[in-house]
């Protein structure tokens, strides 16, 4: 069974605004019954004001689309139009505590509804550029079709490629054997072959480094993942390293976020084959005093 | 109030008596059963025990017939790769549109490595079609591979004539039949099924137990390869404790074999009708006159099965779904597509699976409950009106990628 958190399962034992909503003057209707969620949002705009008297919903679906129709419906109740469209997935999702990453696509669903919605009360055509694959990440929450076009669009070549751009397999790297299906697949289609990375994961040689080319190696490895950090509006930044504690401040949206364990322990598996050694990762909080200072430990 | 169990055919619970029996295999009974001396030797004596159980429950000729392994998937995988293996010039293979991803994903990889699967298809009650069938048998094909009873609808395959069918053109052939035994009658040793996969968690036997049936005579490779155990034909320890109890659960199971088809029958027809009457738009799955005696699917058109298994739930009931959401893919069932249920209905069945334990009592609780919550759903449904479905569902609700 997923595990919801306490507040999806009350949205979705208790729906708030379920229902048809009379004198409704928009509505969005978005959702896929192939594969099994579709929803039907409708509003009551004040056309002086533009703003949304009320809203409801009616909803083809699991429990989390459920709950997320519901969600989006009280977030949304007095918001102006223009207000209402800046309300993201993400906000959807956290006002419930979060989504299982399964089920994440409730929640963009919930957007997309947003969207047409308030569409179809300006007259305009909305269409979505949605098209979702198999969940082939599910730490990070990517699909097929997102790796695949981001293959093709970037000519990755690499399951490291993929990382970097997506993040997909970053994490657990369980999906690993998915991802390279699909290089194999992009890669036959302009004419090369997918060549794996070997077998056994590259270790460096034991050798013991230098100072100075293990602090090099520990920096490279930084400026290596902070692409990938960044498209997602985050950061990590090298703080200090102390033997075999290499300390970071994780920024922007990285900070506090929910996967920050998961990338955390992705980037220290990266150090640890880059310098052949075991080290620790440790992030730095910004209102922590650096480490060294007045850290007693 | 008890939860109500009725989910069965993803797993059992261990029968007490099963329970009893395996204990000591922890403890005192802790031999190798490899071992010469006394305490691997009683072990070993329990376990041809075990083996004379499970050849008893399926009517296999020789107990030597009985290969233990991990699983149904481990017996299912043991089975087709040893008849590639042992027929390297056949690259064909013949199983069927609705079988446990044991099988099928197990194909779909074969698939990718150069052989060729047919996969027969199956009509609106999930009925294959032996014309079909016999067209594809050929000295091509290493293995036939066909499920015994369907996991999700409890639809029979006729293994039996099958299974003579492939003998005649000299091809093997395997059953899963991991939901079937325990509630059908099997007697192998009249028949011509090579090799049959059994699992114990499927019969009040615990998790990681399994069987693999294999005929005499019927060319094997082994999947693990090390020890002398099972004959050489699956090395590792034996898990003697679970033999043990899969015996002992097998034993059980041939006692149980005529109530499971009156009194359980009666109780899933009973659980059925009473649905049935009571919500519209609702409709059996499968083959309402060829199935397991324990198993009901029921189609609830319009809404999502996670949010039924949800509420169902909540109210201490326990069953399963052919939604996307359940079975945590993109798609409903693939069993429900194979057989042309539209998604409005496939992405709402609902799976009941009873067991010996349940007594009526539950089931007209059950039938109390299902109503009012498919209701509820029906209520929050883009295609359910005031008293019914909205005229043409299709058109008045068309969602932007459908």
């Not at chain 1, 902070?226 to 930044?237: K, N, S």
């Not at chain 2, 395997?174 to 009249?190: E, F, N, R, W, Y």
């Amino acid at each position: 069974m997923w595990e919801y958190s306490e507040k999806v399962q009350e949205h979705f034992f208790n729906p708030r605004n379920a229902g048809a909503l009379q004198n409704a003057n928009a509505t969005g209707e978005v959702g896929s019954i192939s594969c099994g969620d579709a929803l039907r949002l409708m509003l009551k705009v004040d056309p002086e004001s533009e703003r949304i008297l009320d809203a409801s919903f009616q909803t083809f679906g699991c429990g989390s689309a459920i709950a997320s129709s519901s969600a989006l419906t009280e977030i949304i109740k007095g918001m102006t139009l223009d207000e209402a469209l800046k309300v993201s997935n993400q906000d959807i999702a956290d006002y419930l505590d979060g989504l299982p990453p399964e089920k994440m696509h409730c929640s963009v669903m919930g957007r997309e509804a947003l969207e047409a919605a308030v569409a179809n009360y300006r007259g305009e055509e909305w269409k979505d550029d949605h098209e979702e694959g198999a969940l082939i990440c599910k730490c990070f929450a990517i699909d097929a079709v997102m790796i695949e076009d981001t293959v093709r669009a970037n000519n990755l070549s690499t399951v490291q490629d993929v990382i970097n751009y997506t993040k997909a397999g970053g994490g657990c790297a369980a999906c690993h054997e998915g991802i390279e299906e699909i290089l194999a697949k992009v890669l036959a289609e302009r004419g090369e072959s997918f060549k794996p990375a070997q077998a056994a994961s590259p270790v460096a040689a034991s050798g013991k480094l230098s100072t100075l080319e293990r602090v090099k190696r520990i920096q490279q490895v930084i400026e290596e993942v902070r692409p990938a950090l960044q498209r997602d509006r985050g950061d990590i930044e090298l703080v200090d390293i102390d033997g075999k504690t290499i300390y970071v401040s994780m920024k922007g949206a990285c900070a506090g976020c929910q996967m920050e364990a998961l990338t955390l322990q992705g980037v220290q598996q990266k150090m640890m084959e880059a310098l052949g050694e075991f080290v620790k990762l440790v992030p730095v909080r910004a209102t922590t005093p650096a480490p060294g200072l007045c850290n007693p430990s | 109030m008890n939860p109500i169990y009725l989910d069965n055919n993803a797993t059992t619970r261990v029968d007490p008596s099963v329970v009893e029996a395996m204990l000591p295999y922890f403890t005192e009974q802790f031999g190798n059963p490899s071992s010469l001396h006394s305490f691997g030797n009683k072990v070993g004596q329990a376990l041809k025990k075990a083996r004379q159980q499970v050849q008893a429950l399926i009517g296999a000729e020789h107990d030597s017939e009985i290969i233990f392994t991990s699983c149904g998937t481990e017996s299912d995988s043991t089975a087709i790769l040893s008849a590639l293996k042992v027929q390297p010039e056949r690259k064909e293979i013949i199983t069927t549109t609705v079988e446990h991803p044991a099988i099928l994903a197990l194909c779909q990889h074969l698939e990718k490595e150069g052989y060729t699967v047919h996969y027969l298809k199956v009509d609106g009650k999930g009925r294959l079609d032996l014309d079909e069938y016999a067209k594809l048998l050929s000295d091509k094909v290493a293995i036939v591979s066909v499920m015994w009873a369907n996991n999700e609808t409890g639809t029979l395959f006729p293994v039996e004539k099958m299974a003579e069918m492939a003998n005649a053109k000299g091809v093997m052939f395997h059953t899963d039949a991991v939901q079937a035994v325990g509630k059908v009658p099997m007697d192998l040793k009249s028949g011509k099924i090579d090799m049959l996969s059994i699992s114990g968690h499927k019969l009040h036997a615990p998790k990681g137990i399994g069987v693999l049936y294999l005929r005499r005579g019927a060319r094997f490779r082994p999947l693990l390869r090390g020890g002398h155990q099972e004959r050489g034909r699956r090395a590792g320890t034996e898990n003697s404790a679970s033999i043990v109890a899969l015996g002992a659960a097998c034993e059980q199971a041939q006692e149980h074999l005529a109530y499971e088809n009156t009194e359980v029958r009666a109780l899933r027809d009973r659980l059925e009708q009473g649905i049935l009457a009571q919500v519209p738009n609702a409709f059996v799955t499968g083959d309402p006159d060829n199935r397991l005696p324990n198993t009901c699917n029921i189609a609830f058109e319009y809404i999502e099965g996670e949010a039924i298994l949800l509420l169902l739930n909540k109210q201490g009931i326990a069953a399963s779904s052919g939604s996307a959401c359940t079975s945590g893919s993109l798609e409903p069932s693939h069993v429900m597509r194979a057989m042309g249920i539209p998604y409005t209905a496939a992405h709402g069945t609902v799976r009941f699976s009873l067991s010996r334990y349940n007594t009526a009592e539950e089931i007209d609780r059950v039938i109390a409950i299902v109503p009012p919550i498919i209701a509820q759903l029906r209520k929050l449904s883009p295609y359910w009106g005031e008293n019914g479905p909205v005229k043409d569902p299709e058109q008045a609700f068309a969602p932007v990628y459908a």
